[in-house]
Structure formats: C-alpha cells, structure tokens
C-alpha cells in the first residue's frame, strides 16, 4: 500500500506583505473561505480572508452558539427541578390529609385548579 503525502508545500505562506489571496500551493494556509449565516434572514454569504483576521469573529460565533445550549440546559434543568417540587408538595398534602390539586390542572388553569 502506497502512502501519500497530502501536505501542501505553500510558496508564499506567511507572506502578509504580499497576501496571495488563496490557500492553494501558491497561496497560504491561513487564507480561509468561510460561510457566514445571517439568523435573521437566513442569508448565506462566502467570507474570503486571512484566518487571523476572521478567527476572532469565528470565536465569538462558537461562544454564542453554545451559549444557547446553555441556557437550554440549565431552563429544561430548572423546570424539571420544579416540577418536582410541585410533586413533593403535592403529596406531602395528601400525606396531611389535604386536597392536592394536580400541578397539570395549575398549569392549563383548568376548574379546579389554583
């Protein structure tokens, strides 16, 4: 079996005087060609440039992005956790001998419900 090397031997990398403007064999290996999504309009659009200049946006996006993940976790995490609590105190009620309302009659405000 015959193995290749697919590195590139780049002519001008690191040649920021004169930016060849590619990442191919004649280019550079930090000239990236990324694709940036308005979330808005859902507009796709082709960013070319120098790696070290677009890596602090890429950064920032990541940390967005997973930020909301986060926040999701920790919402799905709080609304379980109550939840819970509302079962606890239900059925600490019926254990005094209480009526409990259902905590699902509480949260579609149907009669009978707080």
Not at 60 to 68: D, T, Y
Not at 71 to 87: E, K, T
Request: aromatic fraction near 6%; charge should be positive.
């Amino acid at each position: 079996m015959e193995i290749k090397d697919l590195r590139q031997n780049y002519a001008n990398a690191f040649n920021c005087k004169n930016c060849p403007g590619n990442n191919g064999p004649e280019g550079c290996p930090l000239w990236w060609e990324t694709i940036q999504t308005n979330v808005q309009t859902g507009e796709e659009r082709l960013v070319k440039g120098c790696g070290l200049q677009q890596l602090p946006i890429w950064l920032i996006e990541v940390l967005k992005a997973s930020n909301h993940a986060a926040a999701s976790i920790q919402q799905s995490r709080n609304d379980i956790i109550s939840g819970l609590n509302q079962a606890i105190a239900a059925a600490v009620k019926v254990k005094a001998g209480e009526k409990a309302i259902p905590a699902w009659k509480r949260l579609l405000k149907l009669p009978g419900g707080e």
